[in-house]
């Protein structure tokens, strides 16, 4: 099968694609033949090793030296079950599925396993493959750090978003608001008509206005670019309030009742995919070069199979 092999860490061009050996799943596995997968900050992270001090040791340490020791890079799919192993209950062949394979890696590529009780579900009934695999990376990490603000015990929180047009931040507007909190968002000029698509107008323009100077208190702040001046922002909240951020040590978990929820979420309208703009596979150099320049707007989509 072909996949795209991360050959060290580096600038995009260290990605080549590469005829590899098919994986076959073992008695708990599904074999999934990828239709999308998509192009993360986090892969873009790990490709060019791009962390600060002491954590790139770390980080050397966990994912391999001089170049990633699972080369398959990719944490995200949607796409086909081919076969299953002789234990599996709950798939069968045919069904279309979404996932995330977190540390495992693996999905920029034509096939991949997984465990049948790991984060695999059915895909939303009314996504398309691009649609389905849009939603996780973003949404899986805005329901992490939200509900650890335990926005699902607050009745009508005032939450502010910074960094609000990002795949993290463009879903955490849309699971806040399915929560009822009364949603301000805070993102760039470039942003401010996918806010409104969103059905969001309650906006700071970082590049227009100082968002400090507002006389409002949130009683949950997330900042989900980590950009933000952590000891500043949390003067914003009011008595009680939450302050978290994808920026830390802090590592959101993978989760099947998370995919669950968002294929509910998606189903009933209350959550949109938004794509910036679709790769195939064999643009993933350009796809990485795009989401390197830290200004795309919700999610970058790399196309693997054909439907
Ligand atoms: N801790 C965890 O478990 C975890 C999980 C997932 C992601 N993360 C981290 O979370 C961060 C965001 O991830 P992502 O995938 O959402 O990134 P992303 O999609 O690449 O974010 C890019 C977006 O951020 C906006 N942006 C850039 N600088 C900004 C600023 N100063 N203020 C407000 N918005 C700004 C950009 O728009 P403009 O340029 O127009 O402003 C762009 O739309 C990454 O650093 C990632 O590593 C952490």
Do not use: W
């Not at 650890?148 to 699971?175: D, F, M, W, Y």
């Not at 997330?222 to 802090?250: N, W």
Request: charged letters at 25%; aromatic letters at 10%; one cysteine or more.
């Amino acid at each position: 099968m072909k996949a795209i092999i991360c050959t060290k860490y580096g600038s995009p061009e260290v990605l080549e694609i590469h005829e590899v050996e098919k994986p076959s799943p073992r008695e708990n596995e599904l074999l999934i033949r990828v239709i999308a997968t998509a192009v993360n900050s986090g892969d873009v992270r790990v490709r060019g090793l791009v962390v600060e001090g002491f954590m790139k040791f770390v980080m050397q340490l966990v994912m391999g030296f001089s170049k990633p020791k699972k080369p398959i890079l990719g944490t995200v799919f949607s796409g086909i079950v081919e076969s299953i192993g002789k234990n599996v209950v709950s798939f069968k062949t045919g069904d279309r599925v979404f996932g995330m394979t977190g540390f495992q890696f693996g999905t920029y590529a034509e096939y991949l396993t997984i465990g049948e009780k790991s984060a695999v579900t059915p895909m939303p009934q009314n996504a398309n493959f691009e649609e389905a695999v849009s939603l996780i990376f973003g949404g899986q990490t805005a329901i992490y750090f939200l509900e650890k603000a335990k926005i699902q015990e607050r009745k009508n929180p005032k939450v502010l978003i910074i960094g609000s047009t990002g795949a993290v931040g463009t879903s955490a507007v849309q699971i806040a608001d399915f929560y009822g909190a009364l949603v301000s968002a805070v993102c760039s000029s470039r942003g401010e008509t996918l806010m409104k698509e969103l059905g969001f107008s309650n906006v700071f323009m970082y590049d227009k206005e100082d968002f400090m100077q507002t006389n409002q208190r949130y009683d949950i702040i997330f900042d989900a670019v980590g950009k933000c001046d952590k000891q500043k922002i949390k003067t914003l909240l009011s008595t009680g309030g939450v302050f978290k951020s994808v920026e830390g040590l802090d590592v959101a978990s993978e989760t099947k009742e998370q995919l669950l929820f968002l294929k509910k979420l998606f189903e009933a309208g209350k959550l949109k995919a938004v794509i910036d703009k679709t790769y195939y596979i064999d643009e993933v150099v350009e796809a990485h070069r795009y989401v390197d320049s830290g200004r795309k707007k919700g999610n970058v989509i790399l196309k693997i199979g054909k439907t």
